[in-house]
């Protein structure tokens, strides 16, 4: 199996665990915004996690859904959206009118997260924006789990997944941040066109088995991800044929065998969203490679207390 940087980037070893900070740190500051992503790396969770859909005018930005996300975005009046026009709807220029820096704490997906910061005058970022930050040389240590997201109204649309694809690694190339960067999804077969456009990129496949609930106010990556029925425990098998380099199960789908597995075929493992302190010390004594959290302060509290450095 190639050895690549970011890859590496992501392995743990002995004594070692790593944090990955999800859509930057989305319980502590408004997630996949610059300000969450400054401040994971600033603590020291050097790994980010982050989602990458295109607009109408086919410009790469980070933002986790396919539609404007209701509990996340204000109108220019202030106001959270009653109504969701898709990302692929809207230009650039379009998406700049809306606020990104509050959560609806009355909305379902908002008490999630009643901790998080409330801010004012924050935009969703283009993937450029963020690439040019995370190359400053006070985050030299920086890399980025980037998932492409796959929008199923496009999934038998092979010249707009080719153009996803091919402006997402022609971005990541123009900023020279190609060996510091995953290529992250729950479409497998999107993660095979980035294998043929970008064979010296690493792949990093995301699964979520069917049987588990989604996450409340979040796209579902069911309809997108293969069918394991029957092949639950073969996952990290199929990873591997399928040629991935890094493994990333859903926190309540892993099993210390299966971790076991996954090393024993040359994966890492980086398990989400992984939140709970009791699930916390499971995924610690699971000896995953990464731990994607929300609270990357909370995985490095857990970390210390049990002996282990996540750099």
């Given amino acids: 199996m190639t050895r690549f940087p970011a890859v590496e980037a992501f392995r743990g070893g002995d004594g070692l665990i790593r944090v990955v900070g999800h859509r930057g740190a989305r319980g502590i500051l408004p997630e996949n915004t610059l300000i969450g992503f400054e401040f ?7 790994l980010l996690e ?8 086919v410009v790469p930005v980070i ?6 996300h209701a509990p996340t975005f204000r109108d220019d009046s202030g106001n959270f959206l009653t109504d969701e026009p898709k990302v692929s709807d809207v230009t650039w220029e379009q998406l700049q009118s809306f606020d990104v820096g509050r959560v609806d704490v009355s909305s379902a997906y908002g008490r999630r997260f009643p ?8 935009r969703v970022p283009r993937l450029v924006e963020l690439l040019e930050r995370v190359k400053q040389p006070r985050f030299d240590a920086a890399n980025l789990m980037l998932e492409i997201k796959s929008d199923p109204d496009f999934a038998h649309d092979q010249a707009y997944r080719k153009t996803l694809v091919s402006r997402v690694v022609a971005e990541i190339r123009a900023a020279g941040m190609q060996e510091r960067t ?3 999804s729950f479409d497998w077969n999107l993660l095979a066109e980035c294998q043929d456009q970008a064979p010296d990129f690493p792949t990093s496949f995301l699964t979520q088995l069917p049987d588990n609930d989604d996450e409340v106010g979040e796209d579902s990556s069911k309809s997108i991800s293969p069918d394991f029925s029957g092949r639950e425990h073969q996952i990290p ?6 040629g991935g380099s890094l ?33 916390i010390d499971r995924m610690i004594d699971f000896n995953v490679d990464a731990i994607v959290s929300d609270y990357p302060g909370r995985v490095q509290g857990r970390l210390e207390a049990r002996g282990y450095s996540w750099t």
């Fill in 115 to 122: 901790d998080q910061a409330r801010l004012d005058g924050l």
């Fill in 40 to 46: 994971a790396m600033s603590t020291g969770a050097h």
């Fill in 237 to 242: 098998s199929l990873v591997a044929e399928a």
């Fill in 63 to 68: 933002t986790h859904n396919h539609r404007l």
């Fill in 247 to 279: 493994w990333c199960p859903y926190v309540n789908d892993v099993t210390a065998e299966t971790v076991a597995d996954a090393h024993n075929l040359g994966l890492v493992v980086a398990v989400w969203t992984v939140n709970e302190p009791e699930d």
């Fill in 50 to 57: 982050f989602d990458v859909v295109m607009t109408a005018d």
């Fill in 182 to 184: 995953l290529l992250h």
